[in-house]
């Protein structure tokens, strides 16, 4: 573009932009405005991830803010409220439905029903004036329950310039209670006090799998007021199998028959899996190594554990099948050593990988031709065509998918940090390590962005199933310089038909021992174009062993692991239910998570389920909203704004 295009375009836009400020007034209201914007404290940012399914643990680490919603509580009440007090108002905003219904049973009378109610109202209405304090008021509008705005700007606002500030309050609230209305308000002023704690939400990663409910997980964030994805090594799964990947689609079905979870398919997605269980019904029995994990809370029956026993390796087997043609036609892959299929003796029920010889058990080889291990029987092949028709038309599927494309990335660079799930693939010295796609070497960033290429590649062509974007996505699920999986080889088949458990260990990526080196981490923020002496690196995706004394905080601080542990398979190797971060204009503080027990715990007890803070970093200033990524967008509209005032309206 040459000086007199640029010049021209600008013209353009700042005409298109003196159509709605059509007043020299209204231009510098609008920079006014935006400017003192700047000058308050940055908005929390919350971090989870891991989140594996596990949609009531998460709930209510969304509702409590990961503790934020008590220690608000506590700011402002400790002095006045007992320990009690404090956990029946914290429970109140979290479950506001259920603990009304608690609460209001207690209550014999209606006189004294509804002085609970004006002391309540009158309680939430300060925290909601303090927990806003530093938003502007049209924020804090957009997040007020709709049929309600007037009547709690009423009270935030207006009860000062009364003498009798009590007596205000209570003309109103008995108004609202005369009407019928005080339940509706105390559930939207909750809700509002949660929005309010949380000013961005982000998921680092692994939503989908092992957990029963990622659906309702993905219903919560598509409504949550804002929020960014780092997919996770599970999410690009089933990215993948939405895009036409029919290895992936094995693979997360595999996954859900391996954690009893086919209801995710087939109920939450509509998914028909009867083609499957014909199949699986001819040719599978009963097979210890593919029985289902059991739920605590729901006990399966002999036949229907025998019946997803047998799924689980019709499955199985389809995905080993599958994933050979897409080895042997990338050989840039470099992924021949997981050819399971073709190195199994079939007559000695052996197999010879990395140079060691393993006897098999409880194989399961029936539709195995032995001349050609790869080969997909008939049934095998329409099945999988029919479920994959299936997955594409499912319309909620389609919604969530759509949804994980549009809020999420591979990778995230936000207020000066790095976000990201799994890791940047290096080698033992540190150097980033390279990789061909198409002909060319890409590492590091380049490595990294050329992978979500291909990922919305392969997302905006799903009727091609087998072209390299398609077959990428699974690489990014087990290949060996995918930044999602972080390790050297996925040993499933090992896993399942090996004794020896030498043979089932995934060798990690160097990046997990080196990022525990401040230097690395600082050349790691270089390579992403980020400041080293600010910035850090958010993960997700390893549970960090605190049993074993791993410390989440890593690096002198650079390096932060919040794998959530949500996911409870994992909660016995961490002893902990993980962590989440808070990012707020004083800093960071990690939060560690007890094993989450049940909701009603929450509502009868009070029980939080949340344990220690530790302080990451307190800023030396606070940060304000200058120093975001929004800062940086509104300064340039302020910017843009100034020059429409001169070339407009100022001579
Ligand atoms: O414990 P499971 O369900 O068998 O899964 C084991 C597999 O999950 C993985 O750990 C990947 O999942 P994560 O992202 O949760 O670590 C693989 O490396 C491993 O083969
Ligand atoms: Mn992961």
Redesign the pocket.
Known sequence: MTQYDNQNLKEKYLNLLAEKFDEEEKVATEIINLQSILDLPKGTEHFVS?LHGEYHAFQHVLRNGSGNVRAKINDIFKETHSEEQISELAALVYYPEEKLKLIKNQFETKTDLNEWYIETIQQMIHLISYASSKYTRSKLRKALPKQFVYIIEELLYKSNVYNNKTTYYETIVQKVISLGQSDKLIIGLAYTIQQLVVDHLHVVG?IYD?GPEPDKIMETLINYHSVDIQW???DVLWIGAYAGSKVCLANILR?CA?YDNLDIIEDAYGINLRPLVNLAEKYYGDNPAFYPKEHTEKKLSADEKLQITKIHQAIAIIQFKLESPIIKRRPSFDMEERLVLEKVDYDKQEITVYGHTYPLENTCFETIDRENPAHLIEEEEEVINKLLLSVQESEKLKRHMNFLMKKGNLYLKYNGNLLIHGCIPVDEHGNMEDMEIDGKMYSGRELLDQFEHHIRESFSHKNETDDLSTDLIWYLWTGKYSSL?G?RA???FE?YFIKDKSSHK?VKNPYYYLREDSEMCRKMLEEFDLDPEQGRIING??PVKEIDGENPIKANGKMIVIDGGFSK?YQSTTGIAGYTLLYNSFGMQLVAHKHFGTKENVLLNGADELSVRRVVDEELERKKVRDTNIGAKLQEEINMLQELMSYRYID
């Open positions: 891991d692994d092992r996770g090594n599970h996954i391996r999986f390790k996925m040993t499933t896993r995934e995706h390893t398979a």
